[in-house]
C-alpha cells in the first residue's frame, strides 16, 4: 500500500513539474515576442515547443524516479499530454484535426521519449 501512495506523489509531482515547466517556457517565449517585435503568428509554434519542455520534463522526472522502462513512461507521458491538448485545442477552436495536429504528436512524443531515456539512463553522481 505504501508503494503506490509513493507512486502517486511521484506522478502528481511530475505534473506540477510538467505544468511549471509549460507556464516558464510560455512566460519566456512570450517576454521574448514582446520584446523583439516577433510576429504572433509564430505563437502556436512556440506554444508546441513549450508543452514539448513540459513532456520532457515530466517524463524525465517519472523516469528517473522508477529507474526503469523509460521508453514506455515517456511514450505513456507523451500520449496522454498529446490528447489532452488536442481535446483542449478542439473544445477552444471548434476545429478538427489538421497536419498541425501530428506536428503536435510528433514533436510532444519525440520530447517525452528522450526526456524518458535520459531519464533512465542519467548516471547518479557518487562523492568519494
Do not use: C, W
Not at 507556464?23 to 516577433?38: C, K, R
Not at 473544445?91 to 533512465?120: A, P, R, Y
Request: no cysteine; hydrophobic share 50%.
Amino acid at each position: 500500500m505504501e508503494n503506490k501512495k509513493i507512486n502517486y506523489i511521484n506522478i502528481l509531482m511530475a505534473l506540477l513539474v510538467q505544468v511549471g515547466i509549460t507556464l516558464l517556457a510560455v512566460s519566456l517565449f512570450s517576454i521574448t515576442m514582446n520584446l523583439m517585435d516577433i510576429d504572433y503568428k509564430y505563437s502556436p509554434v512556440f506554444g508546441s515547443v513549450a508543452v514539448a519542455l513540459g513532456a520532457f520534463a515530466n517524463a524525465y522526472f517519472l523516469s528517473r524516479k522508477k529507474k526503469s522502462k523509460g521508453y514506455a513512461l515517456g511514450g505513456a507521458v507523451g500520449l496522454i499530454t498529446f490528447i489532452i491538448i488536442t481535446l483542449i485545442g478542439l473544445i477552444i477552436n471548434d476545429g478538427g484535426m489538421t497536419v498541425n495536429t501530428i506536428f503536435h504528436l510528433i514533436i510532444i512524443m519525440l520530447s517525452s521519449l528522450t526526456g524518458g531515456i535520459l531519464g533512465v539512463n542519467k548516471k547518479s553522481k557518487k562523492y568519494v
